[in-house]
């Protein structure tokens, strides 16, 4: 079943990535199995809108589905983890077809349909498929380690090739299983020489040439462009000279121009493309377009700024590689995987489009294909430690259709050659002791595994191909090496066996002698020394260093039906049956006998090429033992191809080799062909091979990281090349090696091509170990480096990788020197003699190492050696040095953690470079004092003239422990040494003489300052310093104290550029202040503070896993001045550079913290918001000010400040927390920042205090400092050794410069608070040294939970005051502004041509009206005045008055509302808001809801202007532009518009009349009034309205409603009705009773 789902990807409206899972329902074990895919249609950047986006698509196309292996067992899966998508999968498993589409839809549905057959039938022309060949030369094989079983390789793409897949047929997709070889020093290689094994295989795939040439084309840019840049790079860095840098650029743009003018391949006559195909293309074309153009506007318009131009093409590449995709790459990855017998052991994956061979022009190749590149192995995911490759193979792949396969030919190198094979096998007979086919259970002719009969008739070559001679005896030599092979010494080992029956007697065992895994072998005995070594032990001895008894025996016991222990145990127990020991013997290579075996004949035994074995399946060998009972040999026949068909006969060879099975039916006699069953053997042979030399400069490593407990390594380094390694001599204790050594390889064969070997020469990988004296050597890094064939390499850098992190730097050179002759080979078949044997014992790859220098005329002279076999690095390559001196300034040591449970109390420090070293003093206490008595070190050292060269400092800290311990506590490595170079004769001093009785202070000298501590010394200044008259009638008490609106927030808003909060402030023309954006230490003219020392983290112990830390255990506070020393040691030397060193006593200060306020800080609450406060610690003090916390925000305003005291440098370290508080919770860290207050301390940019713009006595600028600006220049003058200050009347003159107080002050306007003018001078000079300012720095928050993601920013300052200097002066009240209340007092007048809403009972349009009003943000306090009932002309009386009271900031003109964000809130939320009235008039109704009519909002502080007749007021009365202020004007009356929106439009619906006052509390108190017209009714005083007799709700009222409403307009109306009821009531009287009367009249009853 398939799942699928879709995900938000990183475009803009056009990208979208696809999820795809694939699974298999098990109904045995109920669970499902997983395979994902995620791909991505597109993810286009939108730098420019060039109209390209697209509604994602995708498809009809393939999608590759990998997950792990496929070899299914029993066992549980341990990566199947990697089919969910987790990590680098490294299967292929299957692939679906998949279309995606996108159509914009008003509801989305989510349902699952059958696909329609007219569908189907549109995708068939996707279903077509093409034959595709490729074809892989192994050149080598090597770096392999913890080999054991044969090694063979596998080829594959898709299910193509694999081996153990039998939905294909078979294919040539292995190689020929090889035993690897020791090279003598580190690894093993396999022994290929020169027949490589070739590995072919065919597949079927889709074409997609279209997209695959497009997409090498741009890859090919990326990779021009990459290299370019980063030569231009590397020349800015090298200080190359202008012109060879605008070379290159130029060189660069040209090649922009040359790529991006390249024609990719049109899609749209193409059956096959998709709508995504025509996007994408557009796209491509458009942006090639467009960098095209820029880069021609570059070439040949106005010249930029180099960086301009860097930038610009960083910007080229970035576009090139968005446009490098290509979602719809069918095509599977090539596998290539390394089996050990049927284990897989180790991967590699190549994208097919790297190997792909294109028709179209070669710039449309893959970029290796065809091309011999070097991959590295790697284990499935967690298969292996740290640092361990399994292999690095060197291979040749050529990937393409089967109708380019004769284009293969160009590709080639050697000649490809097929060779049938066939294995002829015999038997010992038992009694005679002959060898013959008489009880041989298997064919006589066979296969390599003796199953299928091959025969040799019935092998017939293939099509293309033909016999290259006779059937010929070729044993497979890589499959015969012993375990010795590449060995300068061996331990030959063999196991003494005996038995028992539990608790009897120990008998010998049949077979008395075995192997390790317990295989009969021959007795120690009969052991003899093979050919070509000699015994080193004179006898066999007992192994005791093993897990034995005191006589070597191990102990054991069988369980049926095993034959042997599966587990052996030193101490014998009753219930033992087996014992078994170890007998050892060294043997060691003998050189005369290696010699005389080569120059030996070879006897008839050897000539038949037998191979022999105990039992058929276990070792062959090809010398005789007497346990042999088994023999064969290999017959081969070689196939070339014919001259027409050339090596692109190869890919006709699938099936081609066909064998003869034994049918086990009842008729015997029956053989079938089995085509495919045994596939062809491919080779790539070489007549002839290239011999080089290689040698390896070593100089030195830097910076490595620390692998054992000391907190140092043992560094040596193993240099691999191709199939031989070599290793360095082991440094000890030292992550900064000097191995100055040179590493020869006397002789290397290479196969190939010279110009393959000049452009593109094999990788060299130096791995780097940690040498131990117990256990194994530890992997420290790894750095792959390619070697070049000039006459004299440079030194260069070399990154050191251990995994994914740099673990130091290798300094080293290679150089390949080819040699006059080449080597020459044989053919296999056609050697003139027979030397199988002779290179079973003495291989060729061991002799390569045995030439003397006086037969190598063509080398150059060998480097001078050290020791014996001990090489140098020359003098041409090696560094030029000179000598140097290099001054310690060892200040402290700080932050000392414990050491094997006891603290460091006695440490001493010890300084080593370029092989010198120094050790200072030994700290007594590093409690009372951490500082160095002696602070000043001095050594010499020979480094190199090029600072690139130079080696590092390392710094050991030693603890002087009792009873002479000395361990090492803690090291650092100082990796740049160019930082602390420096010209000793540079510095200029002021030695201008001084003035009279001025004293110049020397070295030991300290400054001191009578301070009198009874007094203040801030009063003390003002004293007789007011002296110009523009102060002097200015110092009134009114004078003294500022408007209530300026305060130090005032400074703060005026110094960001919030002048809408700050008030009058600049108008008086006050201080303001630097606020940084970033950390006071990262602010560039300071240095970083540190311009007095540095501070150098220290570390200890090992470093554990990859991507571990190692812990920091202190800080070293220090510095280095280096510089070079006269050659001739007798002439004098420079000057020292540390001198006037300030004392290093710990100094008692008083820090005061100021915290302004925090930005972006991280939410820890579920509301998204946090409530911060804020913890400082000193030491061991802290304040902890969670009562102060400020709920619900995350830009809080703290306006704190914090007063310690501390001890520097023992309490340097100031910690500023912020936390969140919670009710019922721990409080949670939100964040923290260090400042190092020892730093600010000592530097010379006075960061202890900041300087203010300008020195005032008084007001909110009062200067706070200790020292007046005159005493803090005299000291500053002081400690540059510089003539003092001379001070005049109104000038004053420092440094040869004279400052006037003209200069300073004119123009400007002076505020009342200055001080002297000498003091204003002295400050305006010290201001001009670049010394800190008066400042607010912005520093990042981190929590030791995410140490590298910022958790917000926090904004302070801190102030340092050494009470050895007095009291300093009072600090700033930094308190945030408070609210103040005021109180908005809105009488309600009237109201004109008010909408008429409702329809009244007599059919008139009229409206009960009346005004609602609040203030934004008091929403619960919302007001409205009685109702005017019956507005039949839209006009309203009321006389109502609102009261509103509110908190508002003056300074800043906002309201400050406290609210709750939910009913269950703890606390309020300040928020502030400007002050916005809102007046709404409403239609009354009692039986719904009230309409809504029409408003008017008016901010308070930009009110319009009102109107002062309801005929003047409209709407262009809230646009006229003229506004005034609530708070300016205290009172405004007049009428203002309410305005309605109607269609969108708005329109008038009312005019209200108005008075708005403002009132503050003592206002209030003094003219007080009540809500509405209740008392107190006063101020003003507000009467009835007089209304129309017809205001009033009828519904309560019907007596006035028939009054004032009825008659008055019916009037005429109920007169007439009533008269004519009248009328009519007389008439029907008169009809009721005029029958009777007439009838009485006529009949006259009582007459």
Known sequence: WIGLWLGAGDGIGICVELGLGCGRLSFVTQRNAFLCVSLRSRSIPMAVDDGLGYLPTFGPCFVNLYGSLREFTGFPDPYVDMNLGKGETMAYRGRILVELSTKLVERAELKTEEIPADELLRLEKHLRRRKFHLCAVFYSASMLQEVGDAIQFEVSIGNYGNKFDATCLPLASTTQYSRAVFDGCHYYFLPWANVKPVVVLSSYWEDISYRIDALNTLLHAVERLESILEQVHLAIKAKSPESEVEAKVEEMIDQVIADCSQTLPDVTAIPTATCLDGHIHRFRVTNLAQIHQAAEVLKHGERRELQATLDLAED???????????????????????????RRIAYHRIPAHEVLYSRRSPSCHGKHCGALQTIYLKHPRGGSKIGKIPAQVRVRIWFGMATDSKEFSQFTEGKLSVFAETYENQVKLALVGNWGTTGLTYPKFTNVTGKIKLPKDSFRPSTGWDWAGDWFISPEKTLLYDVDAGHMTFVEEVFENQLRLPGGQWIKMTDAYSDISGEKALSKDDIECPGGWMWEDVEWSTDFNRAVDEQGWEYGFTIPPDRKPKSWSPAEKMYHTNRRRRW???????????????????????????????????????????????????????????????????????????????????????????????????????????????????????????????????????????????????????????WDQTLIFHEIEVFGNEETMTSSPPDIVIELYDKDTYGADEFMGRCICRPTLEPSPRLAWCPVMRGNRTAGELLAAFQLIPRDKRSVHRLPGLEDTYTTLREMCVPDFFSEGLLRWEDDTDLPYPPPQREPNIYMVPQGIKPVLQRTGIEVLAWGLRNLKSYQLASVSSPSLVVECGGQMVQSAVIKNAKKNPNFTASVLFFEVRLPKEEMYAPPISIKVIDNRQFGRRPIVGQCTVRSLEQFCCDPYSEKRDLTPLLPGARSPSLRDEVLIDIDDRQQLIPSQFAGCMTSPSLNKSLSMSSLHEDEFVDWWSKFYASIGEKHKCGSYLEKGFDTLEVYETELEKVKDYEGLTDFCRTFPLYRGKIEGEDEDPSVVGEFKGSFKIYPLPDDPALPSPPRQFQQLPTSAPQECLIRVYIIRAVGLQPKDSNGKCDPYVKISLGKKSINDQGNYIPCTLDPEFGRMYELTGLLPIEKDLKVTLYDYDLLSKDEKIGETVIDLENRFLSRFGACCGLPQTYCISGPNRWRDQLTPTQCLHIYAQRLSCRLPVYSEDKIVFGGQEYPLSQLEDGVPLNVHLGPPAERLALHVLRKQGLVPEHVETRSLYSPLQPDIEQGKIQLWVDIFPKSLGHPGPPFNITPRKAKRFYLRCIIWNTYDVILDDLSITGERMSDIYVKGWLLGHEGNKQKTDVHYRSIGGEGNFNWRFLFPFDYLPTEQVCSVATKEHFWSLDKAELKISPQLMIQIWDNDKFSFDDYLGSVQMDLNHMPKPAKTAEKCSPLTLESGHSVSLFEQKCVKGWWPCLAETEGKPILAGKVEMTLEIVTEEEKEERPAGPGRDEPNMNPRLEEPKRPDTSFLWFTSPFKTVRYIVWRRFRWMITGLMVAFVLVLFLLVFLYSFPEYAAMKLVKPFN
């Open 584 to 738: 050892v013997r060294l043997r060691r290579r003998d050189l005369k006998q290696v010699e005389a075996l080569r120059k030996s004949k070879v006897d008839e035994g050897e000539r038949e090429g037998w191979e022999y074995a105990s039992l058929f399946g276990w070792k062959f060998h090809l010398k005789q033992r007497k346990t042999d009972a088994f023999r064969r040999r290999r017959w081969r026949r070689r196939m070339e191809p014919l001259e027409k068909a050339g090596p692109s006969a190869v890919f006709a060879l699938e099936g081609a080799l066909g064998g003869v099975t034994e049918d086990k039916s009842e008729d015997k006699t029956t053989a079938t062909l089995s085509l495919g069953v045994n596939t062809p053997t491919v080779s790539c042979i070489f007549d002839s091979g290239t011999r080089y030399h290689l040698r390896c400069y070593l100089y030195q490593a830097r910076d490595l990281i620390a692998m054992d407990k000391d907190s140092f390594s043992d560094p040596y380094a193993v240099v691999s090349f191709l199939h031989q390694s070599q290793t360095t001599v082991t440094i000890r204790g030292t992550l900064n090696p000097t």
């Open 316 to 342: 080229w590449l970035e576009r090139l590689r968005s446009m490098a995709e290509e979602p719809q790459n069918s095509l599977p990855d090539i596998v290539i995987w390394m089996l050990q017998g049927d």
